[in-house]
């Protein structure tokens, strides 16, 4: 049996700018984000019953490939052109709709799940490389920052090109000072409804925050900063990422001196919020502690 577990991501600034959309529009998108110490996990094995089992929120048991619903274990079983095998789906968190790339991190666990089943020897990018192709596949709205962000380990800003992806890795020392936490919206959206609706012209004003992050990544106020201006920027990228319940959560973050920096994870909508506290919130029931991953996307074998 393989077991192979894959972070979950959090961007901190350019978001949005990784669409494909925008990429061909403006010939380039950046992103800085980094994985978190909260993981999606695939279990794989060979199936002696001649049939593919897949185990998520739901079962399946099916003798053709063709005939698997669940998206993620249809199309990388396909692409690899797996023999019958039973497949176990789980992680962390409820991470459906999430804003943290869930289903991105999930191909991964599952490419790195094949990768140490078929001895093929992937590095992480290729194994991201692979990952986005097929997720294109189903979801031709993914963006090119999940996989990248999700597979490869540490504070990075990644550089996306119409032909080409390319990563590098940040100093991240002054986050090991931060009290970060996820609080979750308690909103489930499909975040294609609102990629479709995103104003790119407008999406553009992200991407400057990127170099000024970059360039005062060891500046604890100054990235309270930036991630203060890109929440409010995102804002108004969509008419779609606002709702009563975010405006909500939005305005008790607000009156909380102690929280220095807020925005909302992933498209919009719904998902969690980012959290960069003064003060610990541990015993806040709705808090959820969170780390930078420095490993990234990893598979053993039992």
Same mark, same amino acid.
């Given at each position: 049996? @393989? %077991? /192979?577990?894959?972070?979950?991501?959090? $961007?901190?600034?350019?978001?949005?700018?990784?669409?494909? !959309?925008? &990429?061909? *529009?403006?010939?380039?998108?950046?992103?800085?984000?980094?994985?978190?110490?909260?993981?999606?996990?695939?279990?794989?094995?060979?199936?002696?019953?001649?049939?593919?089992?897949?185990?998520?929120?739901?079962?399946?048991?099916?003798?053709?490939?063709?005939?698997?619903?669940?998206?993620?274990?249809?199309?990388?079983?396909?692409?690899?052109?797996?023999?019958?095998?039973?497949?176990?789906?789980?992680?962390? @968190? %409820? /991470?459906?709709?999430?804003?943290?790339? $869930?289903?991105?991190?999930?191909?991964?666990?599952?490419? !790195?799940? &094949?990768? *140490?089943?078929?001895?093929?020897?992937?590095?992480?990018?290729?194994?991201?490389?692979?990952?986005?192709?097929?997720?294109?596949?189903?979801?031709?709205?993914?963006?090119?920052?999940?996989?990248?962000?999700?597979?490869?380990?540490?504070?990075?800003?990644?550089?996306?090109?119409?032909?080409?992806?390319?990563?590098?890795?940040?100093?991240?020392?002054?986050?090991?000072?931060?009290?970060?936490?996820?609080?979750?919206?308690?909103?489930?959206?499909?975040?294609?409804?609102?990629?479709?609706?995103?104003?790119?012209?407008?999406?553009?004003?992200?991407?400057?925050?990127?170099?000024?992050?970059?360039?005062?990544?060891?500046?604890?106020?100054?990235?309270?900063?930036?991630?203060?201006?890109?929440?409010?920027?995102?804002?108004?990228?969509?008419?779609?990422?606002?709702?009563?319940?975010?405006?909500?959560?939005?305005?008790?973050?607000?009156?909380?001196?102690?929280?220095?920096?807020?925005?909302?994870?992933?498209?919009?909508?719904?998902?969690?919020?980012?959290?960069?506290?003064?003060?610990?919130?541990?015993?806040?029931?709705?808090?959820?502690?969170?780390?930078?991953?420095?490993?990234?996307?990893?598979?053993?074998?039992?």
């Amino acid at each position: 049996m @393989i %077991v /192979s577990k894959c972070p979950l991501r959090v $961007s901190l600034a350019g978001g949005s700018t990784d669409l494909l !959309s925008f &990429v061909e *529009k403006y010939d380039y998108g950046s992103v800085i984000s980094f994985p978190i110490n909260l993981h999606t996990y695939i279990l794989i094995t060979y199936n002696r019953n001649n049939v593919y089992r897949i185990n998520y929120s739901n079962s399946e048991e099916v003798t053709d490939a063709d005939n698997i619903k669940n998206d993620i274990a249809r199309e990388v079983i396909k692409y690899f052109n797996l023999p019958p095998v039973t497949v176990m789906f789980t992680s962390d @968190i %409820v /991470s459906t709709g999430s804003g943290l790339a $869930s289903s991105s991190s999930y191909i991964i666990a599952f490419v !790195s799940a &094949v990768n *140490k089943l078929l001895n093929l020897n992937l590095s992480q990018f290729e194994m991201c490389k692979i990952s986005l192709e097929i997720e294109h596949k189903f979801n031709p709205l993914t963006g090119y920052q999940d996989v990248y962000g999700c597979g490869i380990g540490n504070l990075k800003r990644l550089h996306f090109y119409k032909d080409k992806v390319e990563v590098d890795e940040l100093n991240s020392e002054v986050f090991n000072k931060f009290n970060m936490y996820l609080v979750n919206t308690n909103n489930t959206r499909k975040s294609n409804n609102v990629l479709s609706s995103i104003n790119l012209d407008k999406t553009k004003r992200l991407l400057s925050l990127v170099n000024e992050l970059e360039n005062n990544i060891s500046n604890e106020n100054k990235i309270y900063e930036i991630l203060n201006t890109g929440w409010r920027r995102k804002k108004q990228t969509s008419p779609l990422i606002l709702n009563d319940k975010i405006n909500e959560l939005d305005k008790r973050f607000f009156l909380d001196n102690s929280i220095k920096a807020v925005k909302l994870c992933g498209a919009g909508g719904g998902g969690y919020f980012l959290i960069l506290s003064e003060d610990s919130k541990k015993d806040c029931g709705d808090f959820i502690e969170i780390k930078i991953d420095k490993v990234g996307v990893e598979s053993v074998e039992f």
